[in-house]
């Protein structure tokens, strides 16, 4: 059994071969190197045009005064670490930073990831006509454009909302859940949105799994939970580490969802880096600290992929 | 297979009814789309229409408001998912077959680059577009659109070009071929569900995308359906909410048919992520 | 071919304009120009643009050979300010001309993007019918004018006669202090608890709205404002400023408002012009003077009934002190950019746009006040809405903004501190301890002096 870990950047699959002639020595060896390269060529240059140049001006700006209007506009100074002096002073990126955290743990590595792991499991060995429907509600929330996807949630929640009419109607009361509790509804209707990926990709990944081990373990007497922990999860290892980071780097930048479902409120109470990014670069048009907000959000992004790639690294 | 004991089917039923539950969670909040959008005086409760009619639909379809919008649609996101699929596809080739000293730290910052929050970089890149002249070109948009989804889209690429064996392609290079055409005839071929995936996930992904063509973009005729769907938001006037909830189902539906156009594929192209093969 | 298309448009301009400002455009040689102007069109808000469409054929017509070109950029406020930021911020890109809030229009100055108007100006026979607290308001600080008033509005207090009548209120209702407005709000919650008693907007999600419609309509009636121009120095702490967040923390927690999570809602604006009011479940609304032009005929939510069923009165300074009586006024300019390669023909746009017809029938079809003498004279702009005395009346007690290049981060520290007193999530004295810390950090602390305490 050999695992193909393509994403994690654990190349353990197909071995480099040298290609269709033996290497040879000398400039036409470097030069058929370079040949082979060549079709990155594209790539690299809208990549570096589009991409590296904007982030690099925008490292760079992020210790200026930039703004789209006002005297940053006309003449923006160079402020040293000023604006990330007072990032760490403002009590509303620390909260920001906490609750982007919760935001990801909450809807990505739980809601997304382990709704999606029950999905497919739950389907495997159902019938046709179930996983069908129910694998197609789930994948219809995935593909609605995000913007709608925030109408809904926005209707859903409510004050006259679905959700209010249904507990209404079992005699629980109702709220209004865009701000009593507006993180777990920005969570939730994350959860809703992006479950389908996960469990495209967990679907997949199962369906590689051979059901005789299964039955092996089956026939040891082991029991359904050991079963998935000590036999199924440790083969699809590979795909839940990506899985992880895709959805975890995903739904650092989301951003639409919760600006049309609470703005960020109340108060600051649902306001994750993304929002504040906006709010500072776009609502005060201070550039340069709205970077310096993003360049925190990409930290974090990093942590959380340093932390996937260590603990869950997949055996070779 | 296993013995059917009654333990088992109860067992069965439950996992059933689990599947049932999330499917109806699932399902709730679409039901206020689909009531809202045949009810002229639709508001954010859900009911059904006391006259249910198609005057939504007919508000909103008109050539400003939904056609030429889906339109633009069509042709920035179309050009930007073929463009990332092309140009990631030839990326992820060398990537994929020949090892370089650059090719790890390079697809750990392609990696990376999947989580950069767009926003956050529209300021310098409408200062580049102006300095070429790109501002209100849609093949610069969609350009650009395809430089964000690239990242990924090599990613996803490579993952599927690495699980094509490659002695179907020494086959090839014996007989003479490129490695150019080998990739054409041998590996495109096998990988062309996981390519179709790419392109409907990037086409997605660019769908939905509202900032990027709203900065870029200046001609109220050239803008797609992500900018002009605030135009149901009333700063002073009432939110039309029935004709938002039409105009939703009409702006989504595009990406619903091509979805299930690929919907066969789709499944088997999600093992990118690496599975366990026996 | 050139030559008669300058004839042609000198003469059509002549017209259209007056000679002078033709002289300087024939000199620059138009012909075949394109002239771009960029405006927000949002929502319901579809005045402004039906008022450039108009204006573009009666230009085009004058000047043949120059093409208008209208750039309605259709999403909210803050929105549009990036993009037009972003627009000017290039020649390649710049519009000529620019719709402007008079709020944010002096960051616009202050970072290079307008022109001075002065030169035209001068010649602009017209220039002379606006009165100078309305020039004032697109004028620099280097005393130079950037735009050209289009209208302006008041704000004051709604009322549904028929719900202040049953809680035992004479009519017509003018309350000379807050302590009225409160006592008049408890009677109709006595009365009918069913009713909401009134509204005034507070918190983020209403941006401006709530700070000015809300807010600085109480502060201004105090003994403080926001910004003292004698001094030039912004006021905080100030007991007006703790007075006005504890008049909202009393009406939100006494339950004399909509709920706050109703109030915080992004759409609140739309519920109450085109819900609550209309369907006499609001008795007391603090609002602006455009409110009315959402129930005309062509508005978003014609309601005919609507100039029986509510009264307007003036909203009284805290104490009856002062003028008794106060309003706070906004209102947007027409500006030309810096950018902008056709400057002469731009500020032509401008004036035509703005000349007596057609301020007249912009300010009628947008609820806007008059700016100019001669449009607020005329007794069909007078007699076009029932409210257009009364509120034109406000003029002389109303107040301005600060709107400084540092006012809109003002409003939102105001934003934030009336979000966190009606939420509950501060006192008003902490509150007001927060805002003075946020405004010490936008304008410095030097800026920054004591109001009464």
Redesign the interface.
């Known amino acids: 059994?050999?695992?193909?870990?393509?994403?994690?950047?654990e190349?353990l699959?197909?071995?480099?071969?040298g290609?269709?002639t033996s290497p040879r020595r000398g400039r036409a060896a470097r030069l058929t190197?370079a040949t082979?390269?060549?079709?990155?060529a594209?790539?690299?240059i809208?990549?570096i045009?589009?991409?590296l140049?904007?982030?690099l001006?925008?490292i760079y700006?992020s210790f200026t005064n930039?703004?789209?209007?006002?005297?940053?506009?006309?003449n923006p100074q160079w402020v040293g670490l000023d604006n990330f002096r007072r990032l760490f002073s403002d009590p509303n990126v620390t909260n920001g930073i906490w609750l982007t955290v919760v935001f990801v743990l909450g809807s990505a590595v739980i809601g997304q990831n382990l709704?999606g792991l029950?999905?497919a499991l739950?389907?495997r060995?159902?019938n046709r006509w179930?996983r069908g429907?129910?694998g197609a509600?789930?994948?219809?929330?995935w593909?609605?454009?995000?913007?709608?996807s925030a109408?809904?949630?926005?209707?859903?929640l409510?004050?006259?909302?679905?959700?209010n009419?249904?507990t209404k109607a079992l005699g629980i009361g109702s709220q209004?859940w865009?701000?009593?509790s507006p993180m777990l509804a920005v969570i939730i209707a994350n959860t809703?949105r992006g479950?389908a990926f996960s469990m495209?990709?967990y679907?997949?990944?199962l369906?590689?799994?051979?059901l005789d081990v299964q039955?092996a373990a089956?026939l040891d007497g082991a029991s359904?939970w050991r079963r998935l922990w000590s036999v199924t999860l440790p083969?699809?290892r590979?795909?839940i580490?990506?899985?992880l980071?895709?959805i975890?780097?995903?739904t650092?930048?989301v951003?639409?969802l919760i600006y049309v479902m609470t703005?960020?409120?109340?108060?600051f109470a649902s306001s994750t880096l993304?929002v504040l990014?906006?709010q500072q670069?776009?609502?005060?048009?201070e550039?340069g600290y709205?970077?310096a907000i993003?360049l925190l959000?990409?930290a974090i992004?990093?942590v959380f992929?340093f932390v996937y790639v260590r603990v869950l690294k997949?055996e070779a | 297979m296993?013995v059917d004991t009654p333990s088992r089917r109860a067992?069965?039923l439950v996992?059933?009814g689990?599947?049932?539950l999330?499917?109806v969670a699932?399902?709730?909040?679409?039901?206020?789309?689909v009531l809202?959008c045949f009810d002229a005086s639709a508001?954010?409760?859900?009911k059904f229409p006391d006259h249910p009619s198609l005057d939504n639909f007919r508000a909103v379809m008109n050539t400003d408001m939904l056609w030429r919008p889906l339109w633009n649609g069509l042709l920035l996101c179309g050009g930007s998912a073929l463009i990332t699929v092309l140009?990631?596809t030839?990326?992820a080739?060398?990537?994929?077959?020949?090892?370089?000293r650059f090719?790890?730290p390079f697809?750990?910052t392609?990696?990376?680059?999947?989580?950069?929050?767009?926003?956050?970089?529209m300021?310098?890149?409408y200062?580049?577009f102006v300095r070429l002249q790109l501002v209100d070109s849609m093949p610069a948009t969609a350009?650009?659109l395809?430089?964000?989804s690239?990242?990924?889209a090599?990613?996803l690429i490579?993952?599927f070009i690495?699980?094509v064996?490659?002695s179907l392609e020494?086959a090839s290079?014996v007989d003479g071929a490129?490695?150019?055409q080998a990739l054409r005839h041998i590996v495109v071929p096998l990988i062309a569900p996981g390519m179709s995936v790419v392109l409907i996930f990037t086409f997605?992904q660019a769908?939905?995308n509202?900032f990027v063509p709203f900065i870029l973009l200046q001609s109220p005729e050239k803008l797609p359906a992500?900018v002009t769907?605030f135009t149901f938001f009333g700063q002073y006037g009432a939110v039309a909410?029935g004709q938002?909830?039409a105009y939703?189902v009409l702006?989504?539906m595009p990406?619903?048919v091509l979805?299930l156009i690929v919907?066969r594929t789709?499944?088997?192209?999600?093992?990118?992520?690496?599975?366990?093969?026996? | 071919m050139l030559s008669k298309g300058l004839r042609l448009a000198c003469a059509g301009a002549a017209v259209a304009v007056g000679l002078t400002a033709c002289s300087s455009s024939s000199s620059s040689g138009s012909g075949g120009k394109t002239l771009k102007v960029a405006y927000q069109k949002f929502g319901n808000e579809i005045h402004v643009d039906a008022h450039m469409q108009k204006v573009k054929a009666q230009f085009e017509a004058a000047h043949p050979g120059i093409k208008i070109q209208l750039d309605p950029i259709n999403v909210s406020e803050?929105?549009y300010?990036?993009k037009i930021?972003?627009m000017m911020?290039s020649s390649s890109t710049a519009p000529d001309v620019v719709y402007e809030d008079t709020f944010?229009i002096n960051?616009?100055i202050?970072?290079?993007?307008l022109t001075p108007l002065d030169s035209y100006l001068s010649t602009w026979s017209d220039w002379s019918q606006f009165p100078d607290t309305a020039k004032a308001a697109a004028r620099g600080l280097d005393g130079k004018t950037y735009g050209v008033p289009m209208g302006t509005d008041t704000r004051a207090l709604y009322y549904n006669k028929d719900l202040l009548t049953k809680a035992g209120i004479a009519m017509p209702w003018q309350p000379k202090t807050w302590a009225d407005v409160v006592a008049a709000a408890k009677a109709v919650k006595a009365n009918d608890p069913g009713v909401i008693p009134m509204n005034i907007y507070a918190?983020?999600?209403d941006g401006e709205g709530s700070t000015m419609q809300g807010f600085e309509m109480l502060l201004y009636g105090t003994q403080d404002t926001l910004y003292n121009s004698a001094s030039k120095k912004w006021i905080a702490p100030s007991k007006g400023f703790s007075d006005s967040l504890q008049f909202l923390k009393d009406a939100y927690s006494g339950g004399l408002t909509l709920?706050?999570?109703?109030e915080?809602?992004?759409n609140v604006g739309n519920v109450v012009g085109g819900q609550l009011l209309p369907q006499s479940k609001l008795a007391i609304d603090l609002d602006g003077s455009w409110v009315t032009s959402t129930w005309t005929p062509t508005g978003a939510k014609p309601w005919p009934a609507w100039s029986s069923t509510l009264g307007e009165a003036a909203m009284p300074t805290q104490d009856g002190g002062g003028k008794g009586t106060m309003s706070m006024s906004g209102g947007w300019t027409l500006s030309v950019t810096a950018k902008s390669k056709n400057k002469d023909l731009a500020a032509q746009f401008v004036e035509l746009a703005l000349n007596k017809d057609n301020s007249a029938s912009y300010d009628v079809a947008d609820g806007q006040i008059a700016v100019r003498n001669d449009v607020a004279a005329d007794p069909t702009y007078q007699n076009s809405n029932p409210t257009t005395a009364f509120f034109t009346g406000l003029v002389p007690v109303t107040n301005y903004r600060p709107a400084y290049?540092?006012y809109?981060?003002v409003s939102?520290a105001i934003q934030?501190a009336m979000?966190?007193v009606i939420?509950g999530?501060s006192s008003p004295a902490d509150a007001m301890k927060s805002y003075t810390e946020s405004l010490k950090g936008i304008v410095g602390s030097s800026n920054v002096a004591a109001g009464t305490s």
């Open positions: 059994m050999r695992f193909r870990a393509a994403i994690a950047g190349d699959a197909a071995a480099a071969i290609g269709p190197r082979r390269q060549l079709p990155l594209p790539a690299l809208m990549l045009l589009f991409f140049g904007p982030v001006w925008s700006s930039a703004a789209l209007t006002g005297d940053g506009a006309a709704l029950a999905i739950l389907m060995g159902r179930l429907t129910v509600i789930v994948v219809s929330a593909v609605l454009p995000e913007v709608v109408f809904i949630w926005y209707a859903f409510g004050q006259d909302g679905t959700l009419q249904v209004d865009l701000y009593s809703w479950t495209l990709v679907n997949a990944a369906a590689d799994v051979p039955e089956e359904g083969l699809i590979s795909a580490v990506t899985n980071m895709l975890t780097l995903q650092l930048s951003f639409t703005a960020g409120g109340p108060g993304p990014m906006y670069a776009f609502k005060f048009s550039v709205g970077t993003s959000l990409l992004g990093a992929s997949p | 296993g067992a069965r996992c059933a689990i599947l049932v999330i499917g699932f399902l709730a909040p679409l039901v206020w789309l809202s508001q954010t409760n859900v140009i990631a030839f990326a080739y060398p990537l994929s077959r020949y090892q370089t090719r790890k697809l750990y392609v990696l990376f680059a999947t989580g950069l929050p767009i926003t956050a970089i300021v310098p890149v200062g580049l350009l650009f395809a430089t964000t690239l990242p990924f090599i990613w490579k993952g690495d699980s064996p490659i020494e290079w490129s490695p150019m997605i769908w939905g509202f992500s769907v909410y938002l909830a939703s702006y989504s990406v619903v979805y919907s789709m499944g088997g192209a999600f093992r990118f992520a690496g599975a366990a093969k026996g | 803050n929105d300010y990036t930021d972003l911020g944010l960051s616009d202050q970072a290079g993007y918190g983020k999600p709920p706050p999570q109703q915080l809602d992004p290049a540092e809109p981060k939102d934030v979000e966190a939420t999530q």
